[in-house]
């Protein structure tokens, strides 16, 4: 492949929130992470990946990550977020397999924002597993290691003749034991071994890796009520704030009365919050907050509060209108972002040609928590408990919005009620340290109602996607041409680059895996109107829905089977070298050498999923099968979707097939769960999904008009088939590569069950006679 004209940004390895939020706090915004080398570059450092190209790595230390007492308890810290993702569970099991630590005897406990001790925090992306399997084995064969050397001075023997096995040390040839308690004393000042002398177990050795059964462990506490989100932070004294925002991104407090808001029994303060002019980046809106002595005091009072906005510029912002726009640019010549062969030619020759264009509307994360946040301002410090995914981010912005040293803010980090992405931007723990440091010596709460988050996020991306491709005599593709168009997110935290960035295209579009000889991606400008922000799977959303949609179009032009066709469109198993064939190539922060885009693992997956979902049976009238296929965050994911639509237009999924490789399967139960999950939420966004605008605002505001999928809408039954692979092929992500399949499957199965061709989601009532 060769490349015939350059996107108009920086080749970008690895982006991540805590990036560019680290340049923001410096004063300087600064994108990318790090900058890939081009070909000629004087640039002296290789390019880092994974764990050591974020923001403070990794620590393999065993002193941060381990606690041992004298009763024998291990307690396990984890420096990452857990939001129902299950990763307080599956980063200390890897930590206590090799520890060869008793897990019914292992507690875990939550770091707080401090990345140089603990290493990088950011729980996005995907890439807790995957970054710190190896970093957490390491940790945990230090530990071992250390136990073994106390345990063999004891006994006054060597270290070869003991060995650590499920929580106790052993001599063998005396048949002496010490438990993991009576040793704890002796590591407290002992060395960390050096790396050369740490030995991993072998795959045949683990206790818990790889292995199904494991006590979950928050799952007691969360099914009996004594789990602590960041709503349930209780403290002494605590007063609460509800926040007025502006409606429109950009917008300011012209005037406000707040007389009848202070008069409201309960109402303690009014306070002004100035807000960041864009782009925002993750600061605060800014409005008028009133304090009170309860929540519902403080949400009569605002209430109460009149307020005059002044809406700036992005007033104008209106879904209908935008939506046209968005289809003219998509219309017009993009920049080109990978080229191959002449498609111009190539369409010309076409025996048939086919075209459609693909509507994705902006969807907010609607976490079932809504975000919250408590901070306390005493004696020249800040402590914030809140419910956040990065909260080494938010301890450097309150720091920074406070005029604190990072020393004198500490930020804790209680369990998310969903995160998505939302909880990356600590907007409203800097809201709760504002207004607590406006009431010193007061712990202040800061609540947003279902409102407030519905109507004041970061959005995801709205999106039109136009493909168009020739198909010759035997019907096979021949010409391949999309045109993404969609504003960026980089619109947050620098002047709008009207056009997406390697980041957003490398997520299942600039490495588009299909074997066909006149191919060319394309990017058209989008101008950014609102928030824009992280959101579970990113642009890879957008591009499965339309690539995948479009395959299948395709292959009902063609007149064959849509596996089939989908197989011979992937083509042969090969090894796709995306960093030769795109200059600004993006992949996931991973090294492409480890990390390839494998097409035979993608062809796998589609038959593994296809096959157990019995393709081709005979379905009940109004029944049909879809299916897509998608890479995203270095793991391959295909769904099968079986859909129900009765002579009404009504939709039921009775089942879905999903065949997962993301590597070597850590850990399987969190991987079937993530799996079930995504399905979940990939059918609440297909279905019911779409945040508009009119006037710059929100026209949604709670569950009754940005619905997500009940129990009876939900999948009837998702089956998860793990596609195993070796040991030395690395783990992928798991968190987000469910979702981007969903909704494409779901379209097709509309379209095998009914005809009818679904481009614009949600599908919503379109099937309604």
């Known amino acids: 492949m060769t490349r015939t004209d350059d996107v108009a940004t ?33 640039a002296d450092d290789p390019p880092k990946f994974g764990a050591d190209g974020m923001p403070n790595g990794v620590s393999r230390n065993p002193h941060v990550f381990l606690a041992i007492s004298g009763d024998g308890t291990v307690t396990i810290t984890c420096a990452r977020s857990e939001m129902g993702q299950g990763v307080r569970t599956g980063i200390p099991l890897i930590l206590a397999d090799e520890l060869e630590a008793d897990w019914s005897r292992v507690k875990v406990s939550q770091a707080p924002g401090d990345e140089p001790t603990y290493g990088n925090q950011d729980t996005d992306g995907s890439r807790s597993t995957r970054h710190f399997f190896k970093p957490m084995r390491e940790a945990g064969a230090a530990g071992r290691l250390m136990l073994e050397a106390a345990a063999a001075r004891r006994w006054g023997v060597p270290i070869a003749e003991v060995e650590a096995t499920n929580h106790q040390v052993l001599h063998w040839t005396s048949g002496r034991a010490l438990g993991y308690g009576d040793l704890a004393r002796d590591l407290v000042d002992m060395d960390v071994p050096p790396a050369d002398r ?13 292995k199904d059964g494991r006590r979950i462990v928050d799952a007691m506490d969360i099914t009996t009520g004594k789990a602590v989100y960041g709503q349930d932070v209780v403290m002494p004294g605590m007063v609460f704030a509800v926040i007025a925002r502006p409606p429109v991104l950009g917008g300011k407090v012209a005037s406000f009365d707040a007389s009848l808001a202070r008069k409201v029994p309960g109402v303690k303060n ?65 920049t080109v972002v990978r080229a191959e062969g002449d498609l111009d030619a190539a369409l010309e020759k076409a025996s048939r040609r086919v075209e459609a264009e693909y509507y994705i509307p902006h969807l907010a994360h609607a976490t079932m928590e809504t975000p919250s946040a408590t901070a306390l301002v005493k004696d020249g410090r800040c402590e914030v408990w809140t419910s956040v995914q990065s909260p080494q981010a938010a301890r450097d912005l309150v720091a920074k919005t406070l005029g604190l040293d990072t020393a004198a803010v500490k930020v804790n980090v209680t369990l998310l009620g969903g995160g998505f992405g939302r909880k990356s931007k600590p907007d409203f723990a800097v809201e709760a340290a504002i ?76 490495d588009t895996p299909f074997d066909v000889p006149n191919l060319k991606l394309e990017n058209g400008a989008a101008e950014a109107h609102t928030k824009v922000g992280w959101f579970r799977s990113v642009n890879n959303i957008s591009h499965a829905f339309a690539i995948q949609s479009f395959a ?51 062809r796998r997956v589609l038959l593994e999923a296809t096959t157990k979902a019995g393709w081709g049976r005979t379905l009940p009238n109004g029944h049909g099968l879809g299916l897509a296929v998608h890479r995203s965050f ?45 399905c979940v939420m990939g059918h609440s966004l297909a279905m019911f999904g779409e945040i508009t605008f009119e006037a710059g605002r929100v026209q949604q505001g709670n569950f009754d008009d940005y619905q997500i999928a009940r129990m009876a809408d939900a999948p009837r039954e998702t089956r998860v088939h793990l596609v195993s692979q070796d040991f030395d092929v690395p783990p992928g992500g798991i968190g987000e590569p469910g979702v981007p399949p969903y909704a494409p499957a779901l379209a097709n199965a509309i379209f095998a069950a009914t005809g009818k061709r679904i481009r614009s989601l949600p599908i919503g009532t379109q099937l309604k006679a």
């Open 270 to 334: 009014v306070v002004a919050i100035d807000g960041a002019s864009p782009p925002v980046a993750f600061l605060p809106s800014g409005g008028i907050a009133i304090v009170a002595d309860t929540t519902w005091a403080a949400m009569k009072g605002r209430d109460a509060l009149k307020v005059t906005w002044d809406d700036g510029p992005h007033a104008v912002y209106d879904s209908k209108t935008y939506r046209e726009e968005l289809a003219a640019s998509a219309r017009r010549p993009g």
């Open 634 to 678: 270095v793991s391959y994911i295909a769904t099968v979707v079986e859909v129900a639509v009765d002579k009404n237009g009504q939709v039921s999924v009775p089942r879905v097939d999903v065949a997962v490789d993301c590597g070597f399967a850590v850990n399987p139960d969190r991987i079937r769960s993530q799996i079930e999950g995504a």
């Open 435 to 510: 207004l607590a440091n406006s009431m010193p010596g007061t712990p202040v709460k800061v609540v947003w109602s279902r409102e407030d988050d519905i109507r004041n996020g970061f959005y995801h991306t709205v999106s039109l996607e136009r493909l168009r491709a020739g198909i010759d005599q035997t019907g096979a593709v021949t010409a391949w041409h999309h045109n993404t168009t969609a504003p960026s997110i980089v619109s947050l935290f620098d002047a709008d680059p009207k056009r997406l960035v390697p980041f957003e295209l490398g997520m299942g579009f600039s």
């Open 10 to 42: 920086a080749s970008v390895t690895n982006v991540s929130r805590r990036c560019v939020l680290k340049g923001l706090v410096a004063g300087t915004f600064v994108l990318a992470a790090t900058v890939l080398p081009r070909s000629g570059s004087a």
């Open 198 to 210: 740490i030995r991993l177990k072998k795959p045949s050795e683990f206790r818990y890796i790889g």
């Open 552 to 602: 299948a179009e395709l292959a009902a032009a063609a007149g064959r089977d849509p596996r089939d066709f989908l197989l011979d469109l992937i083509g042969p198993p090969r090894l796709l070298p995306i960093e030769k064939e795109v200059a600004d190539w993006w992949n996931y922060g991973e090294d492409p050498a480890v990390y390839t885009v494998d097409t035979g693992r993608l």
